[in-house]
């Protein structure tokens, strides 16, 4: 049963120790960031508290996403093998199911609802719109990596471009592990980021594109580490969230400039009427494709790009500033960034006609009456 909106908020409280650390923390400690996270009372220890309680085993490791699910439904216990991994009772009934879980054995039921983590089915993620399996799974020193793995893969919300999907999940995750080892906060990955972002803009400026699209890829490596590593450690913060996004969404048309200009620097120059017309091209195209992704937000509750797998697909190379890089890689490698900086500005014009047409049919499919639901649901 999902709790109504004036449900008490429960208790979070582990049950049992674990000296195993996950992302450079215990589990306690871990289980203390959810909670705050999501604005939940925490507890050290069970107590006779007599009001509901979200019952954590500290012998397992669980997802983010479990945390929300149980708490929209008192009266639910998530199994692994049978035995208590999280449960949402009543401070009385919660002794019962403590008892399971620090005995580590599988549980009587009763009238409690069961969710078993081996379930195929996943649950369906509101938030996001689509349906997930959320990991649950026994912590020792031997799975670290597997869970570690399987929470940084679920870091990973939504659909996102072919380099940041197939080419450096593994480096990233390889730093975010380092960075999380070594405290290193997010906040400071996304300035040290930010540094690099900068530097790229004057290489670009002054023609060096080698130098500058090296030092833009490790930029773009930072810029998926510091949002998986916030989300790891669950050390998410407005500040994190505004700076990061932000440096994402002023920097490309920067770069765009720079190179442009400095192809003139690099013996390739761009005639002005061509200059004025990629630069014009290539702003009026960002802004306008960022207005159609805003709209779709607002008119249907869920971005554009998990509309159909249509819209999935084309977001791996729709003219974002990643699948931009491929292009100017691609013109350099010619001895042509002319070329590639003239692509980018052609490519993200058809780009715009994309979304554009995605947008009116998706507002004509719903004049007809049809639902507008993500193909990942």
Not at 87 to 113: F, K, S, W, Y
Not at 184 to 190: D, E, G, L, M, R
Not at 233 to 255: E, K, Q
């Amino acid at each position: 049963m999902a709790a109504s909106a004036s449900s008490p908020r429960p208790t979070v409280v582990p049950v049992g120790s674990n000296t195993t650390p996950l992302w450079g923390m215990s589990t306690t400690e871990r289980l203390r960031r959810l909670a705050a996270a999501r604005k939940l009372p925490f507890a050290d220890v069970v107590g006779d508290e007599a009001g509901a309680v979200l019952l954590a085993n500290s012998a397992f490791a669980f997802d983010p996403a479990w945390l929300p699910h149980l708490v929209a439904r008192p009266g639910t216990v998530l199994t692994r093998g049978g035995v208590p991994v999280l449960a949402h009772v009543d401070g009385a009934g919660g002794t019962r199911i403590a008892a399971a879980m620090a005995a580590d054995l599988p549980l009587e039921a009763g009238d409690l609802a069961v969710i078993e983590a081996e379930d195929e089915g996943g649950i369906f993620n509101e938030a996001l719109r689509k349906r997930e399996r959320p990991f649950a799974e026994r912590l020792t020193a031997a799975s670290v990596p597997a869970i570690e793995r399987a929470s940084y893969t679920g870091a990973y919300k939504g659909v996102t471009d072919l380099l940041t999907k197939y080419l450096w999940p593994e480096w990233a995750l390889v730093l975010t592990r380092l960075c999380a080892r070594a405290g290193i906060s997010p906040n400071q990955v996304t300035a040290i980021g930010s540094v690099l972002c900068i530097v790229a803009t004057v290489a670009f400026w002054y023609g060096w594109f080698w130098s500058g699209l090296a030092i833009g890829l490790v930029f773009m490596v930072l810029d998926t580490v510091d949002g998986k590593l916030a989300r790891c450690t669950i050390t998410s913060s407005a500040l994190g969230n505004a700076w990061d996004h932000g440096v994402d969404l002023i920097h490309p048309p920067f770069w765009w400039w720079a190179w442009a200009t400095g192809c003139a620097v690099y013996g390739r120059p761009l005639g002005h009427d061509t200059f004025v017309a990629v630069i014009a091209a290539m702003l009026f195209g960002y802004v306008a494709q960022r207005l159609i992704e805003g709209a779709f937000i607002a008119r249907f509750g869920m971005h554009i790009h998990v509309w159909q797998r249509f819209d999935s697909q084309f977001r791996l190379v729709t003219a974002r500033r990643n699948p931009n890089m491929v292009i100017l890689f691609a013109g350099l490698l010619v001895t042509r960034p002319d070329w590639g900086i003239v692509a980018v500005a052609v490519w993200t014009m058809l780009s715009l006609v994309v979304h554009l047409v995605r947008l009116f049919q998706a507002m004509a499919a719903a004049a007809r009456g049809q639902r507008i639901v993500s193909w990942l649901a």
